[in-house]
């Protein structure tokens, strides 16, 4: 096999393999964010339990005559904030599991790559422009990759340095309109799913603690 294959053939799985170290370190990203969302929540309500907790051990060492004639109606109102916690906490812990991002194999890469899953007919349009762009890139990518620089003394890394740079600069266009698709593809704003952000303190009947 001679070297002019040897680059053509190699530098688009080069600029392949980078595009895929991208999209792993996207995966990762969104995985770190969504632990912290989960954390979040859990530790808002740890705080919260560990308030009323405190709060009870205090009023327990109380004597009789401080804790006065709605003794019964405080401890009645700590359990109900105890149980206000729970069902908040594990309310918003259920929709951020609803929402946690889902693992990337083999065929959800491949059908995001190609932009299997748009149904908006702009973004559909758009998806035909963006795979042209991508296949007139790599077939640039390997006539590059064909062309011998022996007489040039760049050695072969060199040389698959340059047409992997090559065919990457020229799936840029092709990536502004991956992200074109991506957006035009969004839904209604009515229909997105707002992130909870920080849990507050759960409204309680009679009052919060």
């Not at 019964?72 to 908040?88: F, I, K, M, N, Q």
């Not at 790599?138 to 040389?159: E, Y």
């Amino acid at each position: 096999m001679s070297q002019e294959i040897v680059i053509a053939l190699l530098s688009p799985l080069i600029t392949a393999a980078v595009a895929g170290l991208g999209l792993l370190l996207k995966e990762w990203r969104d995985n770190r964010r969504w632990e912290h969302r989960r954390a979040a929540v859990l530790d808002q309500g740890t705080r919260q339990v560990a308030f009323i907790a405190g709060w009870l051990t205090a009023y327990g060492n109380l004597g009789e005559e401080q804790r006065g004639p709605e003794h019964g109606a405080h401890l009645e109102r700590a359990r109900s904030d105890l149980d206000a916690v729970y069902a908040s906490v594990n309310a918003q812990v259920a929709e951020v599991e609803a929402h946690r991002p889902a693992r990337t194999t083999w065929a959800t890469l491949a059908s995001s790559l190609l932009l299997l899953g748009v149904r908006r007919p702009w973004a559909k349009v758009v998806r035909v422009l963006y795979l042209g762009v991508v296949l007139l890139a790599l077939s640039l990518g390997l006539m590059m990759g064909t062309i011998s620089m022996d007489g040039s003394g760049i050695s072969v890394l060199a040389q698959l340095g340059i047409s992997a740079a090559f065919t990457a600069f020229l799936l840029v266009p092709g990536g502004l309109l991956y992200v074109l698709a991506r957006f035009l593809d969004r839904p209604p704003r009515s229909a997105v799913v707002h992130d909870l952000g920080a849990p507050g303190w759960p409204v309680v009947p009679g009052g919060g603690v």
